[in-house]
């Protein structure tokens, strides 16, 4: 039985496969963007104009990756709604239909990227956490039976080592810094922890029978604990005793945060729908 | 309308090194290494490019300029087709355009074979300044002006300077 997508107005129910693909497919580009977008919020605030600089690149290389993640989804609807919709009274989805007319509960990314940017730690603590799940995910998606997956993960990975890298060594001189540096790191750590499982626990769409095109989450979680801790630890920092984990972003479930951020990113395309400039 | 049959690879070649880099002027994009392919038929012209990171604003505007460039030699069939596998790599950039960098005042980028390390605080590339060529440099950040350059100062003559680093 498949299950119905809804975006926008249009529902319709799709071969089930091919669901799951286009919901896998949103869910990482939903990621991306939204973490960009969060990113974004630094540009031209940054604690030092370096990284001012830094974090407003690694936003536009995640917008950048959601921009080719949702041009395949509208491809992938396109083709599959193709015989079930006329597109003279329905226009075909484009990576900026995804982006801007879907609701907080269309929208499939994990908890994690969605908070607030808070202060410098944990915007670089969440940074660390994120492009080390995309460093390990990317490596094994890149072997996916999809090729345009296959392809996106095969470009994005090396700008993600990049971003990796980065977001570490600040997470080790902030932790393992200054009196008042390691005292906020350890609060963005104690705050964002309970965020973190829910990037290694996969969703419905990220169960496949025969692990072909989706990257099976078990096999990047050891890597990614295994690095974590490692720099968690140089870095002076404890993991919280609590093991208590968030979960709800990859069933629509989103915490009150999305509502604002789509409500500032969406807010020209639902006032002057198809605005161009 | 130039009729496509008359019309050969070399040719549409030489106009695509007309068109530049529009953050980096001096580069043509056969400088740049992301010309993969041109295919010629009877009824269309195509254009392969791949872009150098996926977030780069100006890749929108290098398919507009290939087009109008083509378009102004009568050439009205061409289309660009963007691929991303093999992914785009400083090994593509030409020896001209390394040369042509410098000459601007960007260091042109090593050989990729550190770059994806994963390890953390290790020493930057050894990058030669493009004003006085020493290699007494230090990196300021590994994010510069825009995504595919980061920050160096040259500790002999003091310039800052933008590396085009490896990818």
Redesign the interface.
């Known amino acids: 039985m498949a299950t119905e997508i809804s975006i926008g107005n249009l529902t319709q129910p799709i071969n089930e496969s091919t669901d799951q693909l286009i919901l896998y497919t949103l869910h990482l580009a939903d990621n991306a963007l939204i973490l960009g977008q969060r990113n974004a919020e630094w540009t031209g605030h940054g604690p030092v104009l370096?990284?001012d600089?830094?974090i407003?690149?690694?936003a536009?290389?995640?917008?950048?990756?959601a921009?080719?993640l949702y041009q395949y989804a509208a491809t992938l609807i396109n083709q599959a709604t193709n015989q079930l919709i006329n597109h003279s009274t329905n226009p075909a989805h484009t990576e900026d239909t995804l982006a801007f007319f879907r609701t907080g509960a269309e929208y499939k990314n994990c908890l994690l990227v969605e908070l607030p940017r808070g202060d410098w730690g944990v915007t670089v603590l969440r940074q660390f956490f994120f492009s080390t799940y995309q460093?390990f995910l990317y490596h094994e998606l890149k072997n996916s039976a999809d090729?345009?997956l296959?392809?996106?993960a095969?470009?994005?990975?090396?700008?993600v080592?990049?971003h990796?890298?980065?977001s570490?060594?600040w997470v080790?001189r902030l932790g393992d810094g200054t009196e008042e540096s390691h005292d906020r790191m350890q609060k963005a750590l104690d705050q964002l922890w309970a965020y973190t499982g829910e990037l290694l626990t996969p969703g419905d769409f990220e169960t496949e029978p025969d692990g072909k095109i989706v990257v099976d989450l078990r096999s990047i979680k050891v890597a990614w604990t295994n690095k974590i801790q490692e720099?968690l630890s140089t870095a002076t920092l404890q993991i919280p005793e609590n093991k208590w984990q968030q979960s709800g972003g990859k069933q629509g479930r989103h915490t009150e945060h999305l509502g604002y951020i789509l409500s500032e990113m969406q807010y020209l395309q639902r006032t002057y729908p198809n605005a161009q400039w | 309308m130039v009729s496509t049959s008359t019309i050969s690879k070399e040719y549409v070649y030489g106009l695509l090194a007309e068109v530049v880099d529009p953050e980096v002027p001096v580069l043509s994009i056969i400088d740049l290494g992301i010309v993969r392919e041109v295919f010629i038929s009877d009824d269309k012209t195509e254009i392969v490019i791949t872009?150098t990171?996926?977030?780069?604003?100006a890749m929108q505007r290098i398919e507009w300029d290939i087009k109008t460039a083509l378009l102004e030699k009568g050439i009205t069939n061409a289309s660009v087709k963007t691929?991303?596998?093999?992914?785009?790599t400083t090994d593509w950039m030409t020896k001209e355009g390394k040369e042509k960098l410098k000459a601007y005042g960007i260091a042109p980028p090593n050989p990729t074979a550190s770059?994806?390390?994963?390890?953390?605080?290790a020493a930057a590339e050894a990058v030669q300044c493009p004003h006085c060529s020493s290699y007494h440099t230090i990196r300021?950040?590994?994010?510069?002006?825009t995504?595919c350059k980061s920050?160096f100062k040259c500790s002999d003559c003091q310039e800052p300077f933008d590396y085009f680093k490896c990818?």
């Open positions: 370096e990284q600089i830094a407003s690149n690694i536009l290389d995640l917008i950048g990756q921009r080719m460093y090729e345009t296959a392809a996106i095969e470009k994005s990975f090396k700008e080592t990049y990796m890298r980065w570490a060594e080790i720099v | 872009p990171y996926s977030g780069c604003p691929i991303l596998s093999p992914a785009w770059v994806c390390s994963t390890d953390l605080f300021v950040s590994e994010f510069g002006s995504a920050l990818h």
